[in-house]
């Protein structure tokens, strides 16, 4: 991956992770917000239902008072009847005033004692269904009639009621109290949230949920009903901090799962990322690099090379290797490579029975136990091929577990070859203990012939030690004629290199086949 390529995968992860934040963001959001309206709307509610709990506990104590009183014998206002009706006044909890009816006029009261002149009640402002008549915000003979207050009237006494230390008269506020019996009356609160033609159809219509605008009507006094119209001010000065730590979720939000977003679509790009899912998900894949004989020119074997693509382009060889090696999934990958490449050969019916197939194995695999049980590649041998092992030079197969592996491989019937010979681990003693089959003369060399360089004045010391070993010898990196023509004099049997062919297809390496034969 070059550098134009990473800073394109850069900004593209930079956009998605922005995406994904964004998308993040938004459910964040949703969720919160839904729950948060929830929690405040509850809240409305509940302050709705405690007015009206309110006016209830008023009215309540207001119809106790007066039952009370009506069950008395009093008939007339006498000073017997004034003492007890002070005496209920004491009791009552929200009752301010009590008067006494004889005829449809009021002649006497707690405080003003009995009158001089009796007073005629004025039209009510509304009966209610259990009886009783109401006048709001009617003037107090109390105080001359320069002071206001709700009058509630049963039987042959009055009360009135100390509404405003339970929910006030303001006009500012953000609910309405009132009644909708035969005819609609406002008691308290806003006078203009509630239009007066209001049926009663409106009223069994549930508010949207997403609406601070709805209506509750008292369980008991059904037709007393508030309506409340929430202050956008005032729900956002008392749930200023729920607001707060919702911007800083949501800034949290955002933050971290762009951070967490780009990190994982960078992290899917990385080299040990892309290894381990290709291993997983069968990414590696088989070409095929032909070997011939350099006397007669034919294609005899194969070379299997492991390569590497997925949605991100090409991984090579010599960034992958390290990798794999670093996972310790040298053998899975081995056993994956072999089994990939013997089914595409097996499979292609132009392949020659006892073509001989050569595998890269990892030398470190040689001294693990219950590694290299390649028992497996025999039973799926079934055109005979030679199955050679290619060992890179390495001072981990000069110990004794590898070179027991490696003569119960061979004595199986396994080719062996050491792979890049002359640049590695270079020990003769060791050659004649691991008693391979062929020596790989490493395309370092072949490729200094033409310069006459010392290392390639090395080569004839080579053949001289394949001689004295019985190996043969392979020489990688021909890409020429001429480098072919100076191998063939120096008695090498075999040769592979770009000349012959490039790492290929199982098709293209039938063609190199039928091309030589």
Same mark, same amino acid.
């Given at each position: 991956m070059n550098k134009n390529d990473q800073k394109q995968y850069f900004f593209t992860d930079n956009l998605k992770a922005i995406g994904f934040s964004t998308l993040s963001v938004v459910a964040i959001t949703l969720i919160l917000g839904i729950t948060i309206f929830t929690f405040v709307k509850e809240r409305e509610e509940s302050r709705a239902s405690e007015i009206l709990d309110s006016v209830r506990m008023v009215f309540r104590d207001a119809e106790i008072t007066l039952d009370y009183l009506n069950a008395l014998p009093y008939q007339k206002c006498d000073i017997d009847n004034l003492i007890e009706m002070r005496k209920t006044l004491f009791r009552s909890r929200f009752v301010k005033e009590i008067g006494f009816y004889e005829d449809g006029k009021l002649l006497c009261s707690t405080y003003l004692g009995l009158l001089k002149e009796p007073v005629k009640e004025a039209e009510p402002d509304f009966h209610t269904q259990l009886g009783d008549v109401f006048w709001i915000n009617t003037p107090l003979e109390l105080f001359d009639k320069q002071a206001t207050g709700t009058i509630v009237k049963r039987g042959r006494y009055n009360a009135v009621l100390d509404m405003d230390s339970v929910i006030g008269y303001s006009y500012t506020q953000d609910w309405q109290l009132f009644y909708n019996g035969e005819q609609f009356y406002h008691m308290a609160g806003n006078p203009d949230l509630v239009d007066s033609t209001l049926s009663h159809k409106e009223l069994k219509n549930r508010a949207s949920f997403f609406s601070l605008q709805f209506m509750q009507c008292d369980e008991r006094y059904t037709k007393t009903c508030l309506k409340v119209k929430s202050d956008q001010g005032r729900v956002i000065d008392l749930h200023m901090g729920k607001i707060v730590l919702f911007v800083f979720i949501m800034l949290m939000t955002a933050a971290l799962t762009h951070m967490l977003s780009f990190n994982y679509l960078r992290n899917r790009r990385s080299l040990e990322s892309r290894v381990s899912k290709g291993l997983r998900e069968h990414k590696f894949y088989c070409l095929y690099q032909p070997f011939v004989d350099l006397r007669s020119g034919q294609v005899i074997g194969c070379e299997v090379l492991s390569r590497f693509e997925d949605d991100f382009g090409p991984i090579y060889p010599d960034e992958f290797i390290p990798q794999i090696k670093e996972q310790d999934m040298t053998w899975e990958f081995t056993v994956e490579m072999i089994t990939a490449a013997m089914k595409e050969l097996n499979e292609n019916p132009d392949i020659p029975g006892g073509f001989k197939v050569s595998f890269n194995l990892f030398p470190f695999d040689f001294t693990r136990e219950g590694c290299l049980d390649l028992d497996f590649l025999l039973e799926i041998n079934t055109k005979n091929f030679k199955l050679v092992l290619e060992i890179t030079e390495d001072e981990q197969i000069?110990?004794?577990?590898?070179?027991?592996?490696? @003569?119960?491989? @061979?004595?199986? %019937? !396994?080719? !062996?070859?050491?792979?890049? !010979? %002359?640049? %590695?681990? #270079?020990?003769?003693?060791?050659? @004649?203990?691991?008693?391979?089959?062929?020596? @790989?003369?490493?395309? #370092? !060399?072949?490729?200094?012939?033409?310069?006459?360089?010392?290392r390639s004045s090395l080569i004839p010391h080579i053949v001289s030690i394949a001689d004295g070993l019985n190996v043969d010898l392979i020489a990688e990196g021909v890409e020429n004629i001429e480098q072919c023509n100076e191998l063939k004099e120096l008695t090498i049997g075999f040769g592979q290199g770009w000349l012959f062919g490039k790492p290929q297809t199982v098709s293209a390496l039938v063609k190199s086949i039928q091309n030589t034969q």
């Open positions: 000069a110990t004794h577990s590898a070179v027991k592996h490696i @003569k119960s491989l @061979k004595s199986q %019937g !396994f080719l !062996f070859a050491i792979d890049d !010979f %002359g640049v %590695g681990y #270079s020990n003769l003693s060791q050659l @004649k203990v691991l008693n391979c089959d062929y020596l @790989k003369i490493d395309r #370092s !060399f072949v490729m200094d012939m033409e310069d006459n360089s010392i």
